[in-house]
């Protein structure tokens, strides 16, 4: 089966595969995000039903993205529904890297290391419920945070394993209820 595309083929050689992306299947249907850097937008790729990017599928089987916007530094949320894309700033202080996950309730939680035009920063949490966003230093230093991959247990708590660059080592950060 072919992936459908939001690029005709012909200029998929404007998109930088590979540089920073994420991809991630759901069942057998095969969905991948990206960032073209020539035209600077997020893209996304489907097969069958329809600079740092993170997907997941929503329980109904849309796409949920996060991803740097590389023209401000902006993290950002976006997802899809019936009625078309929505975009959201999860946060405007930036952020690299992103890992998203979806609650059970659908809303989305965030890791990612909070710098992006700088080399050092730390690892930041965020997540949005019905009040809004809301942002959280997991750990700091000097140079803490790269490369973060965030899964939430089964209560809903964020588990995050990432890169302490200072001191070389992979670390897991988690939070529970007390």
């Known amino acids: 089966m072919a992936y459908k595309r939001t690029v005709p083929a012909a200029d998929e050689s404007r998109i930088r595969f590979g540089a920073y992306d994420t991809r991630k299947c759901a ?93 050092f920063g730390n690892l930041k949490y965020t997540y949005k419920d019905a009040s809004g966003w809301h942002k959280q230093t997991v750990d700091s230093g000097v140079d803490v945070g790269k490369y973060s991959s965030l899964r939430l247990t089964t209560a809903g708590w964020p588990a995050i394993s990432y890169y302490d660059y200072t001191n070389y080592d992979l670390k897991y950060a988690y939070k529970s209820a007390s």
């Open 27 to 119: 069942v057998s249907n095969g969905s991948a995000s990206y960032y073209d850097y020539t035209n600077g937008t997020l893209k996304y790729a489907y097969e069958n039903n329809a600079g740092f990017t993170s997907l997941q599928l929503t329980s109904a089987g849309w796409p949920a993205i996060s991803y740097i916007d590389n023209t401000n530094g902006d993290l950002k949320y976006t997802y899809k529904d019936v009625s078309g894309w929505h975009f959201q700033v999860a946060d405007s202080d930036g952020g690299g890297a992103p890992s998203l996950a979806l609650t059970s309730a659908g809303w989305p939680a965030i890791s990612y290391f909070a710098s992006f035009y700088e080399a």
